[in-house]
Antibody, heavy 119, light 107 residues
Framework: QLQLQESGPGLVKPSETLSLTCTVSGGSISSSSYYWGWIRQPPGKGLEWIGSIYYSGSTYYNPSLKSRVTISVDTSKNQFSLKLSSVTAADTAVYYC???????????WGQGTMVTVSS | EIVLTQSPGTLSLSPGERATLSCRASQSVSSSYLAWYQQKPGQAPRLLIYGASSRATGIPDRFSGSGSGTDFTLTISRLEPEDFAVYYCQQYGSSPLFGGGTKVEIK
């Protein structure tokens, strides 16, 4: 069964870069059938799309975050990663990684990881 | 840019009742690329409906989706105790976007 596991620091200082990795097990990140994505959810609020990536490295970023976001893929490790620079308290959220159908339909979600931005 | 508005914000119903949730788009959603997700407290969302009306794998048939263009509906025919949750719509035909959510709570 497919499993997606987010990992990374749970606390990031303002102005620094948030870095998360999603490890995929039970399936290959190099499958031509799927894209992979990141979505976040601030505490008590709704869902926000961050971006998505294909195994070839092709990416889509939310225009509102584009200047600060980098998503990359490491097929040798079956992982993909998120970097969000210049974070503020507004970036405090649960961050989910996901397997997608097409670029933007979420088929499978990771369990999510809480990231707090605070000094 | 498309805006998705979900209503009502909260729906208070009893088990066994019918739930009707609305998702309205500010512009037409291309090819009915509209999905619905269910999220329970402390859990990740899960896909219920895609393509406006197709149930995802393993989703009970009490969940149904309908609509096209700018108006979409998620219907739960008879609420089971496990259906009380927050529901989000998402358009995925262009830049992906989620609605603000509808909470279905026990009356």
């Amino acid at each position: 069964q497919l499993q997606l596991q987010e990992s990374g620091p749970g606390l990031v200082k303002p102005s620094e870069t948030l870095s998360l990795t999603c490890t995929v097990s039970g399936g290959s990140i190099s499958s031509s059938s799927y894209y992979w994505g990141w979505i976040r959810q601030p505490p008590g609020k709704g869902l926000e799309w961050i971006g998505s990536i294909y195994y070839s490295g092709s990416t889509y970023y939310n225009p509102s975050l584009k200047s600060r976001v980098t998503i990359s893929v490491d097929t040798s490790k079956n992982q993909f990663s998120l970097k969000l620079s210049s974070v503020t308290a507004a970036d405090t959220a649960v961050y989910y990684c996901a397997r997608l159908a097409g670029e933007w339909l979420v088929l499978w979600w990771g369990q999510g990881t809480m990231v707090t931005v605070s000094s | 840019e498309i805006v998705l508005t979900q209503s009502p914000g909260t729906l208070s119903l009893s088990p066994g009742e019918r739930a009707t949730l609305s998702c309205r788009a500010s512009q037409s959603v291309s090819s009915s690329y509209l999905a619905w997700y269910q999220q329970k407290p402390g859990q990740a969302p899960r896909l219920l409906i895609y393509g406006a009306s197709s149930r995802a794998t393993g989703i009970p048939d009490r969940f149904s989706g309908s609509g096209s263009g700018t108006d979409f509906t998620l219907t739960i025919s008879r609420l089971e105790p496990e259906d009380f949750a927050v529901y989000y719509c998402q358009q995925y035909g262009s830049s992906p976007l989620f609605g603000g959510g509808t909470k279905v709570e026990i009356k």
